[in-house]
């Protein structure tokens, strides 16, 4: 079993609409879960961090946990066509330097 | 990009030979990652260092090769040894108090 398993995609919505990135993890202990976007030939940025049960936004995006059922989202609202890129969902357990990465969603915005 | 610098962009080497990827950073920060990246597979961590002459395997150690002799470097060599080179190497340090990571921008690296 992967420990954070992300679907591949691609996912495509139409421009303004609202694109939602799913993210699951297999480690219980599990206490810091991150989102990069990583656009094609380039390195990932980190755009979200969330440590807590909840909603956490910051401009267009909303990342959602939910430690009980291993679940972390990301909400994009207004999608544009420069959201398009890959993101790539991580985690961080507990008293560990560690960080795991899921494989990625590919985002497609539509004009 | 910021204060960390991958050197080269494109690296192109042989079968057979080693080859050392460069990582600088400026931002006077004591752990060091190195990642690998192959289409479908995310990021994999190779090694890392906490602190100057200290360094640990990551998940797939095997066929690399790192020093750190000095806080603002963390080499990373490729051998021989390693059967499927061909990758897009990336270099990260934990800029947060959760180890967030801040990439470099990377060093893509073809073994034909």
Known sequence: QKEVEQNSGPLS???????????TYSDRVSQSFFWYRQYSGKSPELIMSIYSNGDKEDG???????????????????????????????????????????????????? | DGGITQSPKYLFRKEGQNVT??????????AMYWYRQ???????????????????KGDIAEGYSVSREKKESFPL????AQKNPTAFYLCAIPIL????????????????
Do not use: M, W
Not at chain 2, 21 to 30: A, G, V
């Open chain 1, 13 to 23: 919505v139409p421009e303004g609409a609202i694109a939602s990135l799913n993210c």
């Open chain 1, 60 to 111: 267009r995006f909303t990342a959602q946990l939910n430690k009980a059922s291993q679940y972390v989202s990301l909400l994009i609202r207004d999608s544009q066509p420069s959201d398009s890129a890959t993101y790539l969902c991580a985690v961080r357990s507990g008293g560990y330097q560690k960080v795991t990465f899921g494989t990625g969603t590919k985002l497609q915005v539509i004009p």
């Open chain 2, 21 to 30: 990827l460069s990582c600088e950073q400026n931002l006077n920060h004591d």
């Open chain 2, 38 to 56: 192959d289409p479908g597979q995310g990021l994999r961590l190779i090694y890392y260092s906490q602190i100057v002459n200290d360094f640990q």
């Open chain 2, 77 to 80: 060599t490729v051998t021989s």
């Open chain 2, 97 to 112: 108090q959760e180890y967030e990571q801040y990439f470099g921008p990377g060093t893509r690296l073809t073994v034909t």
